[in-house]
């Protein structure tokens, strides 16, 4: 058996996620679909994390097994042939037998782009949040640099987002090595995220809270408290998911 190492870029719009689905069209599903196709095998395709309905990746990894004698070459150019131009497979790579997508990964880097353009570009709608109001970025700042290092990121975590009853589990505790916010152009502003690893839907739920914080709802001393509190009831809502892209994967 082969183990095929797949980097992997999408548009996250049309898809339900990357979670492969019965009924509703997944990136996952597609993938696994053309590579049948392409091997005459059940494939079954690990992808480094799941995002959700409507995110989109650059630098999504997943890797597959397989008897297949079909060169990395070969499998590059056929399955960008084949898949829909939403999906573009970037790099093929033959990896050792204990590489694993998920398992293997030490960390990703996750991007959430606002737009505070008065009038948001049609061409933005699917790729940014449209906030067109200025945002205070001192207190984004101060609230952001609380975030780098170990913390327990239990407010900031949807249900399902772990099995709870794993033994030896290190439960919501994340380890955050980058926060950052910054103006990326006149009227955009990115924030930025590298971690050891994401709960679910954790990226959204801090930037919809440090979203309340910029636009002057939330003190910088109420984030504070939400992420000390350990309580998602405490937290601001999840900001939608079409700002939100997964850059890169670091193993």
């Known amino acids: 058996m082969r183990n095929i190492r797949l980097l992997i870029a999408f548009d996250g719009t ?37 995002t959700d309905a409507g995110v989109h990746a650059e630098g999504m990894v997943a890797n597959f097994l397989s008897e297949s004698r079909i060169s990395c070459p070969t499998f590059f150019q056929g399955l960008n042939s084949l898949l829909p131009g939403a999906i573009r497979i970037l790099q093929v790579s033959e990896e050792s037998p204990d590489f694993h997508a998920r398992f293997s990964a030490k960390g990703k880097h996750y991007q959430y782009t606002i737009s505070t353009d008065p009038v948001l570009m049609p061409a933005e709608r699917l790729y940014s949040l449209h906030v067109p109001l200025p945002l205070d970025e001192a207190a984004l700042s101060e609230c952001l640099a609380c975030l780098i290092g170990t ?3 239990a407010s900031f975590e949807n249900a399902g987002s772990r099995d709870k009853t794993r033994p030896n589990s290190r439960g919501s505790v994340r380890t955050l090595s980058l926060a950052d ?16 690893g994401f709960l679910r ?49 670091f193993y």
């Open 201 to 249: 839907q954790m990226v959204r739920n801090l930037v919809g809270t440090l979203l309340e914080v910029g636009l002057g709802r939330r003190t910088v001393e109420g984030f504070q408290h939400s992420l000390a509190a350990k309580k998602r009831s405490t937290a601001g809502p999840s900001a939608p998911p079409q700002g939100l892209t997964l850059k890169e994967v």
């Open 14 to 50: 049309g898809y339900n996620g990357w979670q492969r689905q019965k009924f509703d069209a997944t990136v996952q599903g597609e993938i696994e679909d053309r590579l049948a196709l392409m091997t005459k095998e059940v494939i079954s395709l690990h992808g480094a994390g799941r």
């Open 151 to 153: 913390h327990d990121f």
């Open 181 to 196: 916010g910054r103006k990326t152009g006149n009227h955009r502003y990115t924030f930025s995220f590298i971690g050891d």
